[in-house]
């Protein structure tokens, strides 16, 4: 149906539909979306860009929403889990 | 640069769409921002497999005469106007009126293992289903309380997700009664029979909430309090939440007062709107929960005010009161049972941005104290997520918030624009 977007999830390549956000990307990916300052796993929780458990780098940013930020081609994400 | 609009709107959900267009149709020059990429608020989010119902899309799409700003987040007040961030740098926008619509955020409580992996809100679910989650043909527990369950579940069964139950706190008796209630809201009681009929066949049970999640890397099987006794069900998605607060923050750091109430704030404001600060009104979800149809009139409401009509925001009174009662209502059949409050144990994680554990919470009597002891609060989230639920458990109530009201760059405080590459630091 509509256009696809093409990025990088730690570097694996990935394919989302248009309007569709970095956090979906890096499901296809992985769950693991940021590792907390005792070490656990992480992935998103509320999915509204309250609780910063999405955070991951793009494009060489650190501490980006990943549910509020829209997946664009050749976008590089990269996860600290 | 400081950019001036007549009346400036934050937040483009529901209300803030309608107190955007309303003032720009008496030609005042208006903004209209909102954190998100694109206007609709949570509500009406954007879906990237299926369209908006026609009144939702109408309303998005009408922004005539509207500045709309996307991705613009206020963090912080400078010299009466608002400094604010955007991707490529920062703004300094001001304003003769502000609309103050930041809506509202999911409830969320702890509970053991509820900071695995695919464990969400339920709206959250909802709100990243819409993003496009892979959730088609994964096994989905619905959980927590109140209307927003069903329409999370209706979003998930159409994305193509087993929703393997819905599992409400109310206990049958409540329910019923609200259903009942609903006579008084047709179009809301029409609304209600169709998601039923759409979720015909998914069990729908009461009395019944979510004590624990397992899972390894991800959640695989939750335990559910019902009242026949303990359940375990598996599942790879779990999604739980109980209900809404408004988000209040934006309207703390400019001064307005809030009302407190109830054991989560509101921002305080007049019949017409206004709050306790000259030329600052709010509207919706942010002056209490009521839900859409309160949240579309006092933002029409709200942009008359703003741009000067007030004859005009006086006709709107009568209907606004009426839709404001059904928020009395939601509260008190969704009251939450007293059981919830002690779901988290001395090991469960209530901070999940400092991992700051229940029992090392114990003997604080205030969430400043317990911030500095413990670091509890203190992290990206600012205690959205952790001070709301301690707040909610009777602990004690969230500590004020402080500018940024969202963790922002340094070059943004500062005042600098574009971003280079080595700005990319955060202070939060």
């Known amino acids: 149906m509509s256009a696809r977007i093409r990025l990088t999830v730690n570097g694996h390549p990935v394919e989302v539909p248009a309007g569709a956000s970095v956090a979906v ?16 796993p992480r992935a998103p929780l509320c999915g509204m860009g309250v609780c910063f458990e999405c955070r991951v780098q793009v494009d060489g940013v650190a501490h980006v929403r990943a549910c509020m930020t829209p997946a664009s081609e050749g976008m590089q994400v990269v996860t600290d889990a | 640069m400081r950019d001036h609009y007549d ?18 149709s008496h030609g005042a020059r ?8 694109r206007p609709g608020g949570q509500v009406w989010r954007h879906d990237v497999q299926h369209p908006l119902p026609r009144d939702a899309r109408n309303a998005v799409d009408d922004l005539h005469g509207v500045d709309w700003l996307a991705r613009h987040s206020v963090v912080a007040t400078e010299s009466s106007s608002l400094r604010v961030e955007t991707p490529q740098g920062s703004r300094l926008l001001s304003y003769g009126a502000l609309v103050i619509a930041t809506g509202a955020r999911e409830l969320l409580l702890p509970f053991p293992g509820w900071t695995l992996p695919g464990v969400t809100g339920a709206g959250g679910l909802q709100a990243l289903a819409k993003q496009g989650w892979p959730v088609a043909g994964r096994r989905v527990v619905i959980a927590g309380s109140g209307p927003l369950l069903l329409a999370a579940a209706d979003t998930l069964r159409k994305h193509g997700a087993q929703v393997v139950g819905i599992y409400e706190q109310a206990n049958a008796g409540n329910v019923r009664s609200f259903a009942a209630q609903l006579r008084h809201w047709p179009a809301r009681a029409w609304q209600a029979a169709g998601l039923r009929l759409r979720l015909a066949g998914i069990p729908y049970r009461f009395g019944s909430f ?11 099987r939750v335990d559910i309090d019902t009242p026949h006794g303990v359940q375990t069900v598996a599942c790879d998605l779990l999604a ?11 309207a703390a750091l400019l001064g307005c007062a809030l009302d407190h109430s109830d054991i989560h704030p509101r921002v305080q404001v007049d019949a017409l709107l206004r709050t306790s600060v000259a030329n600052v009104y709010a509207a919706g979800e942010s002056c209490g929960i009521a839900g859409l149809a309160v949240a579309r009139i006092e933002g029409a409401l709200a942009g008359h005010r703003a741009a000067g009509h007030v004859d ?5 009174l009568a209907p606004r009161d009426r839709e404001r009662r059904f928020g009395a209502l939601l509260a008190r059949h969704f009251a939450l049972d007293s059981r919830l409050h002690k779901l988290a144990d001395d090991l469960t994680l209530v901070c999940r941005c400092e991992d700051v554990r229940m029992g090392e919470l114990t003997g604080f009597t205030d969430a400043r104290a317990a911030k500095l002891a413990t670091r509890c609060g203190m992290g990206a ?17 969230r500590s004020g918030s402080r500018p940024p009201i ?13 971003l280079s590459s080595d700005d990319a630091q955060r202070g939060s």
Not at chain 2, 7 to 24: F, H, R
Not at chain 2, 30 to 37: E, K, N, S, T
Not at chain 2, 240 to 250: I, Q, S, W
């Open chain 1, 25 to 40: 990307a890096v499901a296809h990916v992985t769950l693991r979306f940021r590792r907390s300052v005792s070490d656990t």
């Open chain 2, 240 to 250: 739980v939440g109980y209900g809404l607060v408004p988000n209040t923050e934006l």
């Open chain 2, 312 to 316: 005009a925001a006086r006709a709107l």
């Open chain 2, 30 to 37: 208006v903004g209209l921002l909102d954190a998100q990429p």
């Open chain 2, 406 to 418: 969202f963790p922002a760059r340094l070059a943004t405080l500062a005042g600098l624009s574009p």
């Open chain 2, 210 to 220: 979510v004590r624990k999640a397992h899972g390894d890397d991800c959640v695989q």
């Open chain 2, 381 to 397: 989230c600012q205690g959205r997520i952790c001070g709301t639920a301690l707040a909610e458990l009777g602990r004690f109530p």
């Open chain 2, 7 to 24: 009346v400036l709107v934050i937040g483009a959900g529901p209300a803030g769409l309608a107190a955007a267009q309303t003032a720009a």
